[in-house]
């Protein structure tokens, strides 16, 4: 990796209207990186991003971080075109399962919240959807990862499935660390932690994973529920080349 865009600690209280409706009304704290309990404060994603952050530096990896009202959808849009071989997003993810003759529409339907400050165009609303993803260029990009709830799930149709995957597969990234159920906060910020650690010392993204997951069990997160949900899609091969600039 060479360089890498994080993102945590996101201030959904900026959020738009539009996205507080969509997401919930229920303002009740919780554990979990979903939108069921609407969109709470997750205080560990900023120590995961923060840690995330000095591991790479470490390394000599080029970060920007995007924290607080920073983190916004247009901020992400901006990756459009832009050589970054990492992209880590920390924050809330949801979907809605369509049936299969909606599947059209599936990829409006799964989102990542993003910070909503000064979301007052129609396209920059807070709510960053697997469409929309899928518009961008983001070849060369050698691992997502979704460090949120549901990542990995969508609608299934005639082709497979639809959902934020499919968005960052049809932009060009590589690799997408992603979740298949609801993930709790602060078993992730750790997982994730021994996640990079692995990565820095040399190991695969494959063999970092099952290495972390490992790591939960043995610390007091046995139950499956906190670290069986995070799983590899493409691990292992070539980025797709960036583009050279004439």
């Not at 992400?76 to 990492?86: I, P, Y």
């Not at 396209?123 to 518009?135: W, Y």
């Not at 639809?162 to 992730?188: C, E, H, P, W, Y």
């Amino acid at each position: 990796y060479s360089s890498a865009a994080l993102y945590g600690g996101l201030d959904y209280e900026m959020a738009s209207t539009k996205v507080r409706n969509i997401v919930s009304t229920d303002h009740n704290s919780g554990k979990f990186r979903n939108g069921q309990n609407g969109y709470h404060e997750l205080p560990y994603t900023l120590n995961e991003v923060n840690n995330v952050n000095s591991l790479l530096k470490e390394k000599k990896i080029k970060t920007n971080l995007f924290v607080g009202e920073n983190g916004t959808e247009k901020q992400f849009r901006a990756l459009d075109g832009k050589a970054v071989s990492l992209i880590h997003i920390a924050t809330h993810g949801d979907y809605k399962e369509l049936k299969q003759r909606e599947a059209d529409d599936a990829m409006k339907h799964c989102f990542l919240i993003m910070s909503g400050a000064n979301a007052t165009e129609e396209n920059n609303d807070g709510l960053l959807r697997a469409d929309e993803i899928s518009t961008l260029n983001l070849r060369g990009c050698r691992m997502v990862v979704l460090s949120a709830c549901n990542t990995g799930q969508g609608t299934l149709g005639a082709d497979g499935l639809f959902g934020l995957q499919r968005g960052f597969k049809n932009a060009g990234v590589q690799t997408i660390l992603m979740t298949l159920s609801a993930v709790d906060d602060q078993a992730s910020m750790l997982l994730m932690t021994k996640f990079y650690e692995n990565i820095i010392s040399g190991l695969s993204e494959r063999q970092a994973l099952i290495k972390a997951q490992q790591y939960l069990r043995e610390n007091g997160y046995a139950d499956s529920k906190y670290w069986a949900p995070f799983i590899l899609l493409d691990a292992g091969k070539s980025p797709i080349p960036h583009p050279s600039k004439s």
